[in-house]
C-alpha cells in the first residue's frame, strides 16, 4: 500500500466514525511566534484540547505536516526523518479509552489488515500522579490482544505532554513486531534493537500540568492520538527503512545514478533534506542565520555537502527539484503551487552557500600558514570550531583540506566545543517549543483581540489594501505585518492608535458565530490563509467595527485590552509594514 493510500484510508476510517475531517495547519504556525515548528498533530489543537470549542465539532482528523529537528544530525541513519506526516484523531471531551482503542484496533487490523499476532500494546503503570490504566488493559484483552503482549510501563513511556507545561495524559503505545529475532529473553516493546516499531500512540488527555510540576484535571476528557505515515509505509512495505518506499525511492535511484563517490548516508541525507526544505518553503519558511530561517538553513547546506560528497554538480539541483515535486505532488499539491519559488530559494542559498565555501577556503589557508609559521603541525580545534560557526565551513571538509596540506586538526576539541553549540541549541529548540504551547494565557489573548483592532483600524486609516502578511504574539507585545508601499506618517500613526484606543475604551463586545466558509466572506468577514481553515470556521466580530475569520481565543470585551500603544513600524519587506505594539495595563 502507498503512503498515500495509507493516508486515504485512515481520514475515511475515521470520517466513517463521525469525525471530520480538518486541513493540515502549516509547519510554520501563525500566531506563535515561540514555535520553531509544527512538530505534532496536537499542536494546532491545544486550544480546543484546553476547552475552546472548535467549529468542526468534538471528533477531529487530520494528516499533519511536522518536522522534528532535535535530532537533525541523526539523519541518514536508517530511521530520523526531519520532516514526517502524522496522521491523527481526536476526541474533544467526546468519546474515551473504550472506543478510542477499538478503533485503533480496528484500523490496524481491517483496515490495514496487520494480523494481531504482530501487535503488542503498552499502557501506563500509575505513579503519584494519575492511577494505573487498568481501563486500557481491559479494553486491549477485550479487542483480542492477549494479556502477555499488554505492557505496563511509566511515565518515560507512557506519558505524553508537548514540553514541560499543557495538557497531557498518560498514551498507550502500539508495536509492530517487525519478525526480527528477539535480541534477549527479555526484548520487550520498550527495547530499541530493532524488533519492535513502535506504530501509534494514543494520548488520553484529561491532565494540564502547569509550569510548577502540579497536575490538574481538564474540564474535558480528550483523546489525542499520532500514526507516523513513513514508518507505517515502511512497515507494511515490508522495507528497511523510509528511503526504500515509493516516497525517497526515486530521488533515491536518481542520486545514485548521477553520483561519483558511493554513499548510501549522503543520498539519504540529499533525499530527506531536499524533501523537508521543499515543504518548509512551500509553507513559507526562508533561509536566515536565526530560528526557523537557520533550520532550513542547515537542512539546504546539509545537503549541498552531500550532494558535494557524492560528487553530484550542483547544477542538477534544479532537476533535482522536479523529479521530487513530480513524485510528491500528489501528496503535496501546494508544492506544485510553489514550484518555482521552492527552487529559486534552493538555488539562492545554494550560491550563497559555495561562496561560504570559497570564502571558507580562504580563512583556512591563512590559519594554516599560521600554525606552520609558528611550528605547529596541528590547526587547533577553535579555528576549525571558528570556521564552522563563524563562516560556515564544514568540519569535514576542513579535515579534507588539511589532509591534502599534510597539517592535522584538533577533532577532539571541535566536537567538544561542537557539543556545548549543539546542547545550547537543543535546548533552545525545546524552550521555543515548550514556550509556544504554553503562551496561552490572559495577555496573549488580550494580545490577539489587539491584532483584530490593529488590522480594521490600519484598513481604515490606510485603506482597504492592508491585508494581513504575518502575526505574531508573545506575552511582551504583539507583531503585526501587513501589505502597505511605504511608511506610514507619524500622523497616521498617531490615528491608528487612537482609533484602537477608542474601540478599547467604547468596551466592545467580542462575540463569535460559526459558519461556513463561503457565508464567512459573503458577510464581509476578512482573513487569509485560507487553505488553514476547514469549511465551517469562527467568526469574530467586535461591536460593528470588526470582523475576522479567526481560531480564536479573544476577550469578551475590549474593555479589558488596556491601553494600546505603537512601539514601532518598519519595513519588513518589499511592500510589507511592520508594526509592533505593546498593552499597557492602566
Ligand atoms: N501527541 C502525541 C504524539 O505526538 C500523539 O499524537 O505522539
Not at 153 to 164: P, S, T
Request: hydrophobic letters at 30%.
Amino acid at each position: 500500500m502507498k503512503a498515500i493510500d495509507i493516508r486515504n484510508k485512515y481520514l475515511s476510517f475515521f470520517e466513517k466514525h463521525g469525525h471530520k475531517i480538518i486541513p493540515s495547519a502549516p509547519l510554520i504556525p501563525e500566531n506563535d511566534p515561540s514555535v520553531l515548528f509544527t512538530t505534532a498533530g496536537m499542536q494546532p489543537l491545544v486550544p480546543y484540547l484546553l476547552g475552546e470549542k472548535h467549529p468542526e465539532g468534538t471528533r477531529l482528523t487530520d494528516y499533519q505536516k511536522c518536522l522534528r529537528t532535535v535530532d537533525i544530525d541523526e539523519v541518514g541513519d536508517n530511521r530520523h526523518l526531519t520532516y514526517f506526516e502524522m496522521l491523527g484523531n481526536w476526541s474533544l471531551g467526546d468519546y474515551f479509552k473504550k472506543e478510542s482503542i477499538q478503533m485503533s484496533f480496528d484500523f490496524l487490523t481491517k483496515e490495514l489488515q496487520i494480523p494481531v499476532e504482530k501487535l503488542s500494546v503498552t499502557c501506563f503503570k500509575g505513579d503519584e500522579n494519575a492511577p494505573k490504566d487498568n481501563v486500557s488493559y481491559e479494553y486491549w484483552k477485550k479487542v483480542g490482544i492477549p494479556e502477555d503482549r499488554i505492557y505496563f510501563y511509566g511515565k518515560d513511556d507512557n506519558w505524553w505532554i508537548a514540553g514541560e507545561e499543557g495538557p497531557c495524559g498518560p498514551d498507550t503505545e502500539m508495536f509492530y513486531d517487525t519478525g526480527k529475532p528477539a535480541c534477549s529473553a527479555d526484548c520487550q516493546p520498550s527495547c530499541n534493537c530493532g524488533k519492535y516499531v513502535e506504530i501509534w500512540n494514543n494520548v488520553f488527555m484529561e491532565y494540564f500540568k502547569s509550569k510548577d510540576g502540579k497536575y490538574t484535571k481538564l474540564e474535558q476528557k480528550n483523546v489525542d492520538t499520532g500514526l507516523g505515515l513513513e514508518r507505517m509505509t515502511m512497515l507494511l512495505q515490508g522495507k528497511e527503512t523510509p528511503y526504500d518506499t515509493e516516497i525517497f525511492a526515486p530521488i533515491m535511484n536518481k542520486l545514485e545514478e548521477l553520483q561519483k563517490v558511493d554513499s548510501i548516508k549522503s543520498r539519504r541525507i540529499v533525499s530527506e533534506h531536499l524533501r523537508s526544505s521543499m515543504m518548509v518553503i512551500s509553507d513559507g519558511g526562508r533561509p536566515s542565520n536565526i530560528d526557523r530561517g537557520y533550520v532550513l538553513r542547515r537542512l539546504i547546506r546539509r545537503m549541498i555537502r552531500h550532494l558535494n560528497k557524492l560528487q553530484i554538480d550542483l547544477n542538477e539541483l534544479p532537476n533535482l527539484i522536479e523529479l521530487n515535486i513530480d513524485n510528491l505532488k500528489e501528496m503535496y499539491p501546494d508544492l506544485v503551487t510553489n514550484k518555482e519559488i521552492i527552487k529559486n530559494v534552493i538555488i539562492e542559498e545554494k550560491d550563497k552557500f559555495v561562496k561560504t565555501l570559497e570564502h571558507g577556503e580562504k580563512e583556512f589557508y591563512k590559519e594554516m600558514e599560521k600554525a606552520k609559521s609558528q611550528g605547529k603541525d596541528i590547526i587547533p580545534g577553535e579555528v576549525v570550531f571558528k570556521l564552522y560557526d563563524t563562516y560556515g565551513f564544514p568540519p569535514e571538509v576542513t579535515k579534507e583540506l588539511a589532509e591534502e596540506n599534510g597539517i592535522r586538526i584538533d577533532l577532539n576539541k571541535f566536537d567538544e566545543l561542537f557539543k556545548v553549540h549543539q546542547e545550547k541549541s537543543r535546548q533552545g529548540a525545546e524552550q521555543k517549543f515548550k514556550g509556544g504551547l504554553a503562551e496561552q494565557n490572559e495577555i496573549t489573548t488580550a494580545y490577539h483581540t489587539a491584532t483584530h483592532l490593529l488590522h480594521e483600524a490600519l484598513r481604515e486609516v490606510l485603506g482597504d489594501h492592508v491585508r494581513q502578511n504575518g502575526s505574531n504574539i508573545t506575552s511582551e507585545r504583539l507583531r503585526f505585518d501587513f501589505t502597505h508601499p511605504q511608511k506610514m506618517t507619524s500622523e497616521e500613526i498617531k490615528q491608528v492608535e487612537d482609533l484602537v484606543n477608542e474601540k478599547i475604551k467604547e468596551d466592545l463586545n467580542v462575540t463569535c458565530e460559526e459558519m461556513g466558509y463561503d457565508d464567512a466572506k459573503k458577510s464581509g468577514a476578512i482573513g487569509l490563509f485560507t487553505n488553514k481553515y476547514g469549511d465551517k470556521v469562527k467568526v469574530y466580530t467586535i461591536g460593528d467595527f470588526s470582523k475576522e475569520i479567526c481560531g480564536g481565543p479573544h476577550v469578551t470585551h475590549t474593555g479589558e485590552l488596556g491601553k494600546f500603544k505603537i512601539i514601532k513600524e518598519e519595513a519588513s519587506s518589499s511592500g510589507v509594514r511592520r508594526i509592533k505594539a505593546v498593552l499597557i495595563k492602566e
